[in-house]
């Protein structure tokens, strides 16, 4: 959920956490040429929270490790074959298989300079892409960019884990009629003296209103500021707004969950929204100032845009 910056002298492309060095074949000069690009900064961010909760469910499993990893395989299988039926995992499932097919064209292209010009000019962000070459829809497609397998299976596992808790199945036969109990004033007012807050959830246009929303709104305010900055030509990928915008909701859909990481680091939901949004702040002070180099290529700015637009559109 990061993003890397790298500067003019040489060619190069970055995820939003890992800093690439594109063959000179695979593109074109002139899309190569003095580009900044900006890449993913999952691995530093949302991977460090996606590896505590995988590390937490691994250490706390009676089994060896192999079987833990094998009866995890299985696990993700099935539920993707058994999501596909429930029209609220199918969202999430075809986001995945969106972003997938996409990584797939970016791993092709490195073999291949005319898909490389296509992907850098139709799938990657930048002021200048967007204020004087007209390309808007990049606001979008560059969300769904990923360049690395560890970039792509961070953003993509934290979508799934965070995203199936606010947008539930709809094949539990009992969960609308509880959605409409636990959601109406009379529990509310029931409930209020005894501090109990029921699980909030999103349905399917909340959902997906969010998830574009939060990642056009990352990509419009990373453009902003680097043009600002004097770096129209840093380029923006991943899903990491869009990701931290899903994130943002869930810590403010429940705010007293407790999340374990890395089996010994508890704190809640709202926690983890104070911190990544403290980290995001201060992160892009010196985004585009030579302190940089102690987190460089990581897109704070684009971060705060995504968690922004989750804060304002998550029902409060």
Known sequence: MLSRLVHLQRPALSGRAILLRLPPRAVHHRVVARHHVQADS??????????????????????????????SVYLVAGKMRQAYGDENRRILVQLIGANAVVFGFWNVSHRS??????????????????????????????????????????????????????????????????????????FESVTRPFGYHPPRTLNATEFGALYFSSAIASSVLSAVVS?????????????????????????????DQELYLYGMLPLTASDLLTVSVGVNAVGSIFQHAKQAVIAPGIDFVGHLGGQATAYVLTPK
């Open 42 to 71: 999952s691995v530093a961010g949302l991977g460090f929270v996606g590896l505590g909760l995988a590390v937490t469910a691994a250490t706390t499993s009676k089994m060896s490790l192999v079987d833990f990893l094998q009866d």
């Open 113 to 186: 300079p005319r898909l490389a010009r296509f992907m850098w000019h139709h799938f990657a962000c930048s002021y200048n892409g967007v204020v004087h070459e007209r390309r808007l829809h990049t606001l979008l497609t560059s969300a769904f960019s990923h360049i690395t397998l560890t970039h792509f299976g961070i953003n993509m596992y934290m979508l799934w884990h965070f995203g199936s808790a606010i947008l539930p199945p709809m094949d539990d036969a009992s969960s609308g009629y509880v959605a409409t109990l636990t959601n109406g004033k009379w």
């Open 227 to 255: 043009g600002a900055m004097g770096s129209p030509l840093l380029y923006s990928i991943g899903a990491s707004g869009a990701v931290f915008g899903i994130l943002t909701s869930y810590c403010m859909l429940r705010p």
